[in-house]
């Protein structure tokens, strides 16, 4: 099994979070037929979690009984942590110190924000560095995985797949219902609550885990690269039709829709099975070094894009004559670059330091 092409997948998702941001009018984002999915930044961060969660399994799942008692929960959490906190915590200080004067008349926002507790409390997820709410429920995700993994091994696989499809179930019926009832509106609490709480997002993250803990434990069962490639582009395919037609779909249907909650959790496994199993054209490809570097480096690129931006946006613009759509390509030149930068010279190191003095 491979991960490395992976990898890049993480930085096209973190790419259409920044074009939904910041790049809704610009190439290719202006194209009628591209703009759903260019610009599909909040379906994005689905699949991160449920990356995540399959990231987790391939990582610390013992299928060996007699290993299963050396996780380290301790040890875990502090790795958890050294990977996220320090780019997040720069991210959220560039942006508190540009707020500072407007801090005080809600104090307990920054508190929030730097305990990642904001996405628990309807009408502060999007405050602050606007990105970090998804910080917060996956702190959360990172907290249940000891548990989770333990129950599976005293419970069962199937113990553990019956709970992620329930809670599947259980978040798009929810969804669906609050959604397209009377108390709903855009930037409500109840908007907070099923967009941003943790708990609407869990089921993201174990089908995510339950799937890696399968691919980790059963033996190759797809028969060549060619079937593997197919249906990876068809997953591809898939994915691409269905969030293009969800508009669509809405006016046919007479409901909204709403793909952010884990309701395309099963193509992004998909998504991540054949990629992980396939070895052709596109697995070479996005192996390559340069491409692994930018996946590497999406993290940053993801929480660093609010900050950048609003320096950008600050001193570049007004001083620098463009169109909209030069300055937003100079913008995302500029922050690749600098998530590139903290990637090599501050996300890896603080990370080193953190492990080597915690753990």
């Known amino acids: 099994m491979q991960l ?45 979690y449920v990356l ?58 920054l508190p929030l924000h730097l305990s990642l507790l904001q996405s628990w409390i309807p009408g502060y997820p999007i405050t602050l560095n606007t990105p970090g709410w998804s910080l917060s429920v996956e702190a959360f995700f990172y907290l249940c995985f000891p548990f989770l993994l333990a129950w599976m091994y005293k419970r069962g696989i199937k113990s553990l797949t019956v709970l992620a499809v329930i809670l599947w179930l259980l978040t798009q019926i929810i969804l669906l219902v609050q959604l397209n009832s009377n108390a709903y509106a855009p930037k409500s609490l109840l908007h907070d609550f099923i967009y941003y709480n943790p708990l609407m997002h869990l089921n993201q993250f174990v089908l995510g885990l339950v799937c890696g803990v399968y691919l980790k434990s059963k033996k190759d069962n797809i028969s060549s690269d060619t079937k593997n490639g197919f249906w990876l582009l068809a997953s591809f395919g898939l994915m691409f039709l269905l969030i293009w037609a ?17 309701l395309l959790a099963p193509i992004f496994l998909a998504i991540i099975i054949f990629l992980a199993k396939y070895k052709g054209a596109i697995s070479k490809l996005f192996s390559l070094p340069l491409l692994i570097l930018l996946g590497e480096a999406s993290y940053s690129l993801y929480i660093l894009q609010k900050p950048i931006h609003g320096i950008y946006d600050k001193i570049v613009v007004p001083r620098i ?32 330091l953190i492990n080597k003095r915690f753990s």
């Open 4 to 48: 490395d092409q992976i990898t890049f997948t993480r930085f096209i998702a973190a790419l259409t979070v920044v074009f939904f941001h910041y790049g809704q009018s610009v190439f290719p984002a202006n194209v009628p037929f591209l703009f759903e999915n260019v610009t599909a930044g909040p379906i994005a961060v689905g699949y991160f």
């Open 52 to 109: 995540s969660g399959f990231i987790m399994a391939i990582a610390y799942y013992q299928a060996d009984a007699d290993k299963r008692g050396s996780f380290n929960k301790k040890k875990y959490w502090v790795a958890r942590f050294a990977r996220i906190y320090p780019v997040y915590l720069l991210a959220l200080l560039i942006i508190a110190a540009a707020k500072f004067k407007s801090l005080g008349q809600d104090w307990e926002t």
């Open 246 to 262: 969800r508009p669509h779909l809405e006016i046919l249907l007479g409901v909204k829709l709403a793909f952010t909650n884990g």
């Open 321 to 352: 004559p463009l169109s909209d759509t030069l300055h937003f390509y100079i913008f995302l030149i500029l922050l690749i670059t600098l998530s590139i930068l903290s990637f090599k010279y501050f996300e890896t190191p603080m990370r080193k």
